[in-house]
């Protein structure tokens, strides 16, 4: 291979990775418009971030396999999530339980002025932490053994004690979120928790910044019919929102 071009693969994967490590994702298509190259290479590129451990392929392109500390989730699309926190703060209902995933975005909404009468399930330790911070504020832990991939207490445990529960509302995210198949996750053990909080609660709030849209991971979690209300960052009558609107109420 020639120096030139050596030297234009190294710098368009570094590239990548810093895409990666600030969003969260990459598309195939997108980034070969940007890089004015074939998906091909693109595809290439992120097999081989991959094989370096920043990279997981999914269908359509590659999320982000680094370091998964609480901070570095909080960091990626970080204004993105701040903004779905503001839409969803205003969804919080007074006097009434409601459900917290264990997710970076909905640890934003956590972030929000709450109610004084709230009370939250959660199954995330962070979530749990913040909200012991607010005087007026009822929280339950659900116990469980912390999944080191996802950050979230799953198991039986974790299952026994969000089915004791009945919620007015929860509020989840997703790994990837795709107009036919749904939300997806990494891990089995993160989709059990995911659906046993929906599963109590009257009304789902699906949570997704819109790197995640079309994106998919190994396992199905909830299908979209079973989400009442999807809010991201986007304004509702976005055009990368189209696919979703027939099958889920935008905000």
């Given at each position: 291979?020639?120096?030139?071009?050596?030297?234009?693969?190294?710098?368009?994967?570094?590239?990548?990775?810093?895409?990666?490590?600030?969003?969260?994702?990459?598309?195939?298509?997108?980034?070969?418009?940007?890089?004015?190259?074939?998906?091909?290479?693109?595809?290439?590129?992120?097999?081989?971030?991959?094989?370096?451990?920043?990279?997981?392929l999914v269908r359509g392109g590659a999320v982000f396999a680094g370091p998964t500390g609480i901070e570095r989730r909080q960091a990626l699309a970080r204004p993105a999530k701040r903004r779905i926190a503001e839409k969803a703060q205003q969804l919080v209902p007074r006097g009434a339980a409601v459900g917290i995933d264990a997710s970076t975005t909905a640890l934003e909404l956590?972030?929000?002025?709450?109610?004084?009468?709230?009370?939250?399930?959660?199954?995330?330790?962070?979530?749990?932490?913040?909200?012991?911070?607010?005087?007026?504020?009822r929280v339950y832990l659900t116990g469980g053994e912390r999944d080191r991939r996802t950050g979230s207490l799953v198991g039986p445990l974790a299952l026994r004690a969000l089915?004791?529960?009945?919620?007015?509302?929860?509020?989840?995210?997703?790994?990837?979120?795709?107009?036919?198949?749904?939300?997806?996750?990494p891990t089995a053990e993160e989709v059990e928790v995911k659906q046993a909080m929906a599963a109590v609660s009257a009304h789902v709030v699906l949570l997704?910044?819109?790197?995640?849209l079309?994106?998919?991971?190994?396992?199905?979690?909830l299908e979209l019919a079973q989400v009442d209300l999807l809010i991201t960052e986007l304004?509702?009558?976005?055009?990368?929102?189209?696919?979703f609107r027939e099958v889920v109420e935008l905000r």
């Open positions: 291979m020639a120096v030139g071009s050596t030297f234009d693969v190294e710098r368009r994967r570094r590239g990548l990775t810093e895409q990666l490590r600030e969003t969260g994702a990459v598309r195939i298509e997108e980034a070969a418009t940007e890089w004015v190259v074939h998906p091909m290479t693109i595809r290439r590129d992120l097999r081989s971030l991959q094989q370096d451990g920043v990279a997981r956590v972030g929000q002025v709450m109610p004084d009468d709230l009370i939250v399930v959660t199954y995330g330790l962070e979530a749990f932490g913040l909200l012991q911070e607010r005087p007026g504020a089915h004791g529960f009945s919620l007015a509302r929860c509020f989840l995210s997703a790994t990837g979120v795709h107009p036919a198949l749904g939300c997806t996750e997704a910044d819109s790197t995640k079309h994106l998919r991971s190994s396992v199905r979690s304004d509702p009558d976005d055009a990368r929102l189209a696919p």
